[in-house]
């Protein structure tokens, strides 16, 4: 049983765009309404921000724009001209960034993964700006945009606390 | 037979099934076990690497392909240690004796005389100039491995038991590692236009509009009930498929779940499929009490995806299936294509937890790429497509129960309605592959099975109580057809029947006027369900008066997986007010050797959370004759801010097979919703016996 065959699909009209996207001006071209999200996988081959539902509710998509946690699976790519993106690749360009991957490491905060990407940038934006030490209920309301099925919850947090430990007694 | 010898070794004997060295320095390990995000082929490193002596570093475990096995039928039922792990244990002992015994002749030694340290053949100690990789040619590579090895003692080991760190998790963080990241040149983008559900056919496809709107950059193809798009661009071909989506009409059955499931259960169509004789208990008063779970969704955070080329009359998939060669079989079958011309490979997606919409995407991507030869096509769902292909059944336990006047359980009987939990491709003969379906009537599921009782039950999994009875019945009604989809999902009956058994305990104990953990103690033989019992309520720091008030209980219960595996007694605090909050778990799990420490605490905590999510969020629901739980508000499942401290401890095995491994995938999924709906009924001095926990069930129970 077979599917009648086609033709390849042709090429469709595309739009230049031009974006800045983890520090670097990234010129490329997309059909309209392509989303942030699709710009960054596909065109710039950033795959550390993935598709869990295109709704904006698990949270697996999430980027920074300018320094904002933002789900990129629907804000349209030709918008964000003139915005700072960053993705989680870019984490490891900083200090703040490597502690935190170190800490997913050392606390091996993960079964499958998937989710992590947006986790780490919505941890990052929020450690950023941290004051004191924090609560794991405070780090639980920071993540609560984030859904993960495999139950790494638990190390997921022990993972962000033990880097805002570290973040907050780094030597300065 | 010798617990060694086990169905992956059985089914792949040879040696070169499961080891090679074709790079020198480096070990290349085969395992037909994939990658769910549980951590297993760090575990499986392990295990080769303990008995080969070898740094896990210098393994390659490439993923799982049928192009050369080895053939281990499914990654499911937590036997990936027990069975894979045994095999790999076996082949890498075996390698280390080959190895040895080529050396010794080489160097006119007997093979006592010599030991392998880091692939180097050692003399009192001393290089020989002799490694595996100089030793290969030597090796006879077809060589039996049902003979058995000579496998390490467990005093000496040095690496399994070690919490070694995931092999894969630094690719993950950096961004790669997911079957949704692999991009081949030309490539093109596939999306399936999914009827509403099982049975649907297809009304009319607006052709003509779609032409018109997206003319040569999308292509749309159909066969009978199948409708699919194919465009050059991601953004394309999910812009035509909603398109599609919304303009297309189908004719489907109503699909109507009442929030009161258990009438609705015990009356669909059914095969009475077990039905033991009932031994009336002849003492003392009798219980009865009905248990009910919704169907439940896999909910993986990833949706389903595959990647597929036809190229040289050969069609290549890329899939994250859990059973290749059963998924091979069945696509050849629908394909018309020879099984040998067909090479399944596997990739990761994100976590799955059973028979979720992986095998339907794989065939769908492997239809599209057969329309356009020689161009690799990917097929992406929807969530919505995601939420709705397989469902695992929901179930409704009766469980009857005679006491006598010295409080101990005279007989049970339980009654199970259940849909299969099986209905992977090739099940029951049938090819259980949607697309097949939607293409060809012929195709279409006929027979109704379920996991066979010798291979662990699907809606009887765990359905016999752990504890001391004199008697048990069991009747089993298989429903034939349900509106929904079901099959494998973690646990399969082990979750609703524990979740049943477990409660149904704490009533009895309430009626014997007995502490739940006493009187699970009065009922236990076994010196390994004693134990667990035991040392998590010392870690709980149960107290059998503990006082109650404030809304604060502990509930406990016990399980051990298939009555054949792991033991996992938990016990969970709740806070109750409008809705159930769990504040702590405690769990202790005796799974006989543990491979990986660190990887086998992730896996219970995991169980745990996802159980405690289905016990107090999950069901699904239907609207206006409609399946409606299609995302993540409308299938709400536990956040960060739901989530209880965990502490789980693996308790020293005792007694007899202490010494086997034993999966912990599944254990505690039945344990921890018994543990926490324990502790509810507990706080709130009524019984609930209805999954999930919703604030609407706790308020009619105030």
């Known amino acids: ?172 | 037979m010798p617990a060694w010898l086990t169905r992956s070794l059985q089914d792949n004997p040879r040696l070169s099934d499961w080891l090679s060295l074709e790079v020198p320095g480096r070990v290349m390990l085969r395992s037909g076990k994939v990658e769910l995000g549980q951590g297993i082929h760090t575990a499986l490193v392990q295990i080769a690497a303990e008995e080969l002596a070898l740094d896990p570093d210098r393994f390659d475990l490439p993923p799982p392909s049928t192009r050369r096995g080895p053939d281990e039928w499914l990654t499911a039922s937590s036997q990936s240690v027990e069975s894979g792990g045994m095999a790999i244990r076996v082949a890498a002992a075996r390698l280390r004796e080959a190895a040895l015994a080529a050396a010794a002749r080489l160097l006119n030694r007997e093979p006592s005389q010599l030991n392998l340290q880091q692939g180097e053949v050692l003399l009192d100690g001393n290089a020989t100039g002799h490694d595996l990789w100089s030793l290969s040619v030597c090796i006879d590579w077809r060589q039996d491995l049902r003979s058995g090895a000579e496998l390490k003692q467990a005093a000496s080991y040095r690496l399994v038991g070690r919490s070694l760190p995931r092999r894969d998790l630094p690719g993950i963080l950096a961004g790669g590692g997911f079957l949704q990241d692999l991009t081949l040149a030309g490539m093109l983008h596939g999306r399936v236009v999914h009827p509403p559900g099982p049975g649907a056919t297809l009304d009319s496809v607006p052709t003509a509009t779609f032409q018109k709107r997206f003319g040569d950059s999308c292509r749309l193809l159909q066969r009978q009930n199948f409708l699919a798009v194919l465009a050059g661009n991601e953004t394309v071909a999910r812009q035509a498929a909603d398109f599609l989506a919304a303009k297309v009409s189908w004719r489907a059955p109503a699909i109507d779940i009442p929030e009161d499931i258990v009438p609705w259960l015990q009356q669909q169509p059914a095969r009475l499929q077990r039905d033991d004789p009932v031994v009336a208990s002849e003492v003392g008063s009798t219980l009865t009490a009905t248990y009910s779970r919704g169907f439940l969704l896999h909910a993986s955070i990833a949706t389903s995806c595959a990647v597929a080329r036809m190229a040289d009359d050969h069609l290549h998939v890329w899939s994250h299936s859990q059973g290749l060669f059963l998924l091979r079989a069945q696509m050849a079958r629908v394909l018309a294509l020879p099984q040998d011309r067909i090479v399944l490979e596997h990739r990761p997606s994100a976590g799955c937890y059973g028979h979720n919409g992986a095998d339907d995407a794989a065939l769908e991507a492997g239809m599209l790429a057969m329309a356009v030869p020689g161009r690799p096509v990917r097929v992406l769902w929807s969530r919505g497509d995601e939420m709705s292909a397989i469902c695992g059944s929901a179930m409704a336990i009766e469980l009857k129960a005679g006491l006598d006047g010295e409080g101990r359980m005279t007989g049970w009987q339980a009654t199970v309605w259940s849909g299969t939990h099986t209905s992977r491709p090739g099940a029951g003969g049938d090819i259980n592959l949607a697309a097949a379906a939607a293409c060809d009537p012929q195709f279409a599921s006929r027979s109704v099975v379920d996991v066979p009782e010798a291979v662990g039950a699907g809606a009887l999994r765990n359905v016999i109580p752990l504890y001391d009875l004199p008697a048990v019945a069991v009747r089993h009604h298989q429903l034939t057809q349900l509106p929904l989809r079901t099959s494998s999902l973690r646990a399969l009956g082990a979750h609703p029947n524990v979740f049943a058994i477990e409660c149904f305990i704490d009533e009895l104990a309430h009626a014997a006027g007995c502490d739940p953990l006493d009187f699970r103690l009065r009922h236990l033989t076994d010196p390994r369900a004693i134990n667990v019992l035991k040392r998590v309520s010392e870690m709980a720091g149960w107290r059998p008066d503990a006082e109650t008030g404030n809304g604060m209980a502990q509930g406990l219960a016990l399980a051990r997986y298939k009555n054949r595996a792991a033991y996992c007694a938990v016990v969970a605090e709740i806070e109750l007010a409008e809705t159930v909050k769990v504040r702590r778990v405690w769990c202790a799990v005796d799974a006989g050797i543990v491979i990986n420490p660190d990887g086998a605490r992730n896996q219970i905590d995991g169980g745990i959370v996802q159980s405690l999510s289905w016990c107090l969020k999950e069901a699904v629901h239907s609207d206006e004759g409609a399946f409606a739980s299609l995302d993540w508000d409308s299938y709400p499942i536990l956040h960060f801010s739901e989530v209880p401290e965990i502490v789980t401890e693996l308790v020293a095995p005792v007694g007899e097979g202490a010494g086997e491994p034993m999966g912990v995938g599944e254990v505690s999924q039945g344990p921890a919703t018994a543990a926490a709906c324990n502790a509810a009924s507990r706080a709130l001095g009524t019984r609930l016996r209805h999954l999930p926990l919703t604030r609407e069930r706790i308020l009619k129970a105030l």
């Open chain 1, 1 to 172: 049983m077979m599917l009648d065959p086609v033709p390849p699909p042709a090429p469709a009209p595309e739009e230049p765009v031009s974006l800045h996207v983890n520090g670097r001006a990234a010129d490329i071209s997309l059909p309209k309404d392509a989303t942030l999200l699709e710009a960054l996988r596909n065109n710039l081959g950033l795959t550390a921000s993935r598709f869990g539902c295109g709704l904006e509710q698990c949270g697996a998509c999430m980027v920074l724009v300018d320094d904002q946690p933002r789900h990129a699976c629907r804000l349209v790519a030709a918008d964000q001209t003139g915005c700072m993106i960053r993705t989680p690749e870019s984490l490891a360009e900083d200090a703040l960034g490597r502690l935190l991957v170190e800490s997913f490491i050392a606390y091996q905060a993960a079964q499958c993964g998937y989710c992590l990407g947006g986790i780490l940038i919505t941890s990052y934006a929020w450690l950023r700006g941290l004051k004191g030490e924090p609560s794991r209920a405070e780090i639980a309301r920071t993540l609560d945009p984030h859904l993960c099925r495999c139950g790494a919850h638990p190390r997921i947090l022990a993972a962000v606390a033990a880097t805002a430990k570290a973040w907050l007694d780094r030597p300065r």
